[in-house]
């Protein structure tokens, strides 16, 4: 049987972690926390995990490599360098992993994501065929290289440039590429820009092997935005060791206790669509839906260790969530509800709705032609990211990222806010923390595209 390498994707967070084998044997390289996910993999391969690898101690989520190594029996390889708190496989440059008679890895460091990042080859029976490369060489971009602290950027986007040519240089075009981020985590530099890639690909598209140093390292440090404040935990997190995780289901909240967390500004979150919170909702909660990437945002913006309360539609869309908050490291919602937000709710006055609204009812209402139903535009509020704002950005509008809002509602003007982003999704989460604050709000559910088309003014770098 010919060598296989299977993806075990995690979208909400933007990342791949991989199940390589040859029919008997297998490696995973960067697991995520939950790996059940991947033991099931195994199984219905019928393979044994006899082997699991890090290429880099994660800055966007909690590893579970020492849990599954530790479940499974395997081996459990880091980088030598790093400095941490359990026992491993010790792993530097030059160094090789035999898995199997037929499959084996060696070992590149390729520092530039973190100063002691590795990359592993993966070789078959015929040279090799591939390489994990984490957060090194990615889709079109690189790993971005500002995560360990901005002071050390620019050495470390040097040494990633550095990194990337040497995988280029050392192995075939043909040989796959298979990294772990720049699939929409903020690890990477950008997004990536093909569902699959090759060195030969990447020879001919990626900025990293195709400008030269300085010229790369200018390029990638002025493209870098801000990134998650949980970042600052999966780190140590990592060094640390994380245990198999508790999925087990969380305790169930009545209304009475609800009303109480609720009361308290507790961050209590609303798991359904953002048009079914729209709809209805328990006031003073928070819109987090699980049809978008829920935990980045809300472990971005949540302070870090404050109780959670998840309420869904169901317990399968709780357990959902549960799962994704333990990936950052949130292990245990204080609390869980199910069902609709009149069983949440005491009584009905404690139910609320949020008003929906296009850019082309933004635009009538800017122009003095408020929409029926809808209140006037007093305030327009921008959530995007700074690099979006600086990409194009209505003109007149105020701009707090969605990140910094909870903190900066005072910051806003009075009268209703008319609050928008790129796509509606964290103009969502915006609007139910406004409106947990007692401001009057528009939610504008609409594709930024769509506002110069409804005559809207739009200014800045790329309007």
Known sequence: MSLEVEVVSTSSLGDRSYLAHDGLVAVVVDPQRDVDRVVELAGRRGVKITHVVETHLHNDYVSGGLALARLTGAVYAVAAADDVAFERLPVSDGGEIVLSDRMRLTVLAT???????????L??????????????????TTGRTDLLGKQHA???AHHQHSS?????DLLPDGAEVWPTHGFGSFCSAAQADAPSSTIGREKATNSALR??????????????????????????????GAELVDLTPVRIADPAELRRRVDAQEWVVDLRSRKAFAHQHLVGTLSFGLDGPMSTWLGWMAPWGAPITLLGESAEQVAQAQRELARIGIDRPEAAATGAPEQWAEEESRLGELAVATFADLAAARAGRVPHGLPPADV???????????????????HIPLPELPERVA?????????????????????????AAGRRVVHVDDEFGAARDAGLTVVGDQA
């Open 164 to 168: 990337v040519r040497r995988l280029a």
């Open 380 to 398: 327009v509020l921008d959530v995007r990211l700074i690099g979006e704002w600086r990409q194009g950005h209505l003109d007149g509008v105020v």
């Open 111 to 121: 520092p530039g994501h973190t100063f002691h990042h590795v990359s592993y080859v």
């Open 411 to 435: 910051d806003l003007p009075d009268g209703v806010v008319w609050v928008h982003c790129q796509s509606g999704y964290r103009a969502s989460i915006a609007a139910s923390v406004l409106a």
């Open 123 to 140: 070789h078959g029976s015929d040279g090799p065929l591939g390489v994990f490369t984490g957060g090194s060489l990615l889709f079109g």
């Open 154 to 156: 620019d050495t470390l």
């Open 211 to 240: 400008l030269e140093a300085d010229d790369f390292v200018a390029q990638m440090l002025a493209g870098l935005d801000v990134y998650p404040a949980y970042y600052a935990h999966m780190g140590v997190r990592n060094a640390e």
